[in-house]
Structures are given as C-alpha cells and as structure tokens.
C-alpha cells in the first residue's frame, strides 16, 4: 500500500459541502458508538462492521455520501476490534472516543466514488462532498486506487490522500549486474541526528529546534487560556499549525536525508531501536524527536527504490565494544568519546558505534556481535 497526497482546490460552495460533510460524519460516527455500546449493554457483544452497516444504511441520506457511512462503520469496527485485542492483552486502554470536532479532520471514501477527470485536472467526488473538485496531480499515481480520504489539515487547506494497492513487482528476467556501491552503518545520535561508519555526521537541522521552540511557547499560552474561551480556540488553531509545519520540516528532511544513503550505498545497516522500550526512560524525549522509526521508514523504502537494502540489527553493546580490538569499554551517556584501555583506539563515540553496527550487519559467521553475550540493554546506550 502506498498513499499519494494531492492538494484540492475546492471553490467556496464546495468547501461548504466539504464542511458539512466533515460535520455529519463525525455526528454519524458518534451515533455508531453510542448504538454499538448500547447493544453491548443489551447482549454483551459490541456492534461490529456488518451490523453497524445495516444498522446505519441510509442514515446520511442528503447530508453524508454512502460510501462515506460505510467507511465511519469500517472505521469504528477496526478501533473497537484494535480496543478488544489491547484489552485481552491486558493492557491500559481506552474506549473508542466520542470524535470533537478538533479530532475529526477526514471524510473517507472507497475508490468507486472518486476518479480523475480526463486529464487529471478534477477529483471526480459525490455531489454531496462538491462533485468535481480541482487537484493539483504533482505526480503520477502507481497501483490501483483502494480508498480515498479527504484531509482538512491544520493550515485550512484541503487534500486527497489516496491509498493504492501496489502491483507485484515482475520478476528479473536477466541476474542484475554486480552491485558496486559500498556498505555503510548507520547510528542514531542524540546530539546529531545520525552517525555514520565513515565517520560523517548529519546534523538536526537548526529551524526544526527553531519551531519546536516556537511550539513549546505557544502550547504554554494555550495552557494559560480559559477552557472553552473564543482565545484558547484560536491558540489550539495556531498550536496545530505549528504541529503540521513541524511535521512538514521533518519529512522533508527524512526524505532528503534517505535519498542521499538509498542513493549512494548498498547496504545500509542501522539499529532496530524498541522506540515503545526506550520511551519509558530519560532517552526518549531524544530518541522520538529525532524521529528515528520514521526516517527509518523512508529509508527502507528509498533503498528498495534504488536497488539497496536497509538491514536493521540488534543495537546491544554497539556503543560498549570497541571497532577496534572488540573490547566492552563501558561508557555513560555523557561520554562523547570512546578510549580504548585495551587497543588504545580513539574514535567519537557515534561513530565507533557506526562501525560496529556495520559489522553486525555484514555477517560472516564468529563477528564481534555474534559473540556478545545475551543481556538486557540497559537505558544507557
Ligand atoms: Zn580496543
């Protein structure tokens, strides 16, 4: 699966329809939770996809497209079946929510109620939801179209986000040529946003720590405001746009980031962090700031667009053994440099990492990682 963004251009009397709809979905939505909490007080058993279905066809005759209620009962069916299986998993979990209207920003539909005008200039939608509303297509879509989601983002603009199934890649008719281009490893830093076992380092970029001093600075003034007030309304407007802006500047640079290794490297090695593990430490505010799973995302799928591999190990004693001599040289956080008593090799301490996550990952039998024992890492890296 593979989603494409496009930006809409909807005229005034479409961004009404568009609204209202946004509007009667969420109210649909909430009903659907409030009947299937009914049924279940009534027999036990929650309402699930088929039986909200029915239950709710017609419902949004005039005002919501079909085709949209019955993705609001496909929706509230995976988040209660997702509430069922966390609770049996006997963790802490939440009901599915009655939807404000400052959580409920799409209006989904399935494939055959959208499609491009001729020439790709229109999204061809329900009348209800404006009809033919003008796309701008930057780029081609591949695969065939399954769902389509209408997005209101936080900047007052609309967007279709749509969701294509992706064909089978066709198998290599030929063996491809020998591929030439080296192997790298990849670590994570928590000063700098990656080391590399070259020893070169990619730095946070200075206006993503600009903005997120500007959000930490209006989310204190949205605190301050009176609940409910006309001010704190439009502060939460304004603290959502710095959010997407945010979120914004960390893709593109993800994505300029991974083309650069997916394009010059082979092999890309890089730790396999347990992001949920470490954010129950001190390290995690660094570790989900960097973003480090996302990029992750980007890179494995940049790599396998450029005929590369991303292979992700186990980071234990990657910062604790030395590249050199493969000695456990125990450092904290704050040692940025690694000294070895044994080899007396010197290296920054991301980059010593660098090369020993490389080295796991070019597994000849009998490695450095291979021997280490097996231990619980522990929340010093
Ligand atoms: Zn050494």
Not at 37 to 48: H, I, L, M
Not at 149 to 172: N, T
């Amino acid at each position: 699966m593979k989603t494409f963004e496009f930006r809409l251009y909807p005229n005034r009397k479409q961004r009404q329809h568009l609204d209202s709809v946004l509007m009667g979905s969420r109210v649909i939505y909430n009903e659907m939770l409030t009947h299937t909490r009914q049924v279940y007080q009534e027999t036990g058993k929650f309402a699930f996809k088929y039986a909200l279905t029915k239950a709710f066809a017609g419902r949004g005759k005039g005002t919501v497209p079909a085709s949209t209620v019955q993705m609001l009962a496909d929706r509230l069916d995976k988040a209660l079946i997702c509430f069922m299986r966390r609770k049996e998993a006997d963790q802490t979990v939440g009901f599915p929510r009655f939807k404000t209207p400052n959580r409920w920003h799409s209006i989904q539909l399935r494939q055959h109620a959208v499609d491009f005008d001729v020439d790709g200039r229109f999204l061809r939608t329900p009348a209800l939801t404006g009809g033919r509303i003008k796309i701008k297509r930057h780029r081609p879509i591949i695969g065939t179209p399954q769902t389509c989601h209408l997005v209101k983002r936080a900047d007052g603009h609309w967007y279709a986000l749509i969701v294509c199934e992706l064909p089978e890649p066709e198998p290599p008719t030929e063996p491809p040529a020998p591929d030439e281009r080296p192997a790298i490893g990849i670590d994570v830093g928590l000063k700098s946003f990656l080391t590399d076992s070259d020893g070169n380092t990619v730095a946070n970029p200075r206006y993503y720590r600009t903005s997120q001093a500007k959000l930490r600075r209006q989310q204190r003034r949205l605190m301050a405001r009176t609940k409910g007030s006309q001010r704190r309304r439009k502060m939460a407007r304004s603290v959502a746009q710095t959010h997407l802006k945010i979120e914004r500047q960390r893709r593109d640079f993800h994505f300029k980031t991974a083309k650069h290794y997916a394009d010059t490297y082979r092999l890309m090695v890089v730790e396999d962090l347990n992001v949920r593990g470490l954010a129950r430490t001190r390290l995690a505010k660094s570790i989900l700031d960097a973003g480090w799973s996302a990029f992750l995302t980007i890179l494995t799928d940049k790599a396998a667009s450029a005929g590369g591999q991303v292979i992700r190990i186990n980071p234990r004693f990657t910062t604790q053994t030395c590249s050199n001599c493969g000695e456990l040289v125990p450092k904290s956080l704050s040692v940025r440099t690694h000294i070895c008593p044994s080899c007396g090799y010197v290296a920054d301490r991301d980059h010593n990492a660098a090369i020993n996550i490389l080295r796991a990952g070019a597994p000849p039998s009998g490695t450095v990682a291979d021997r280490l024992p097996d231990e619980p890492r522990s929340p010093i890296l």
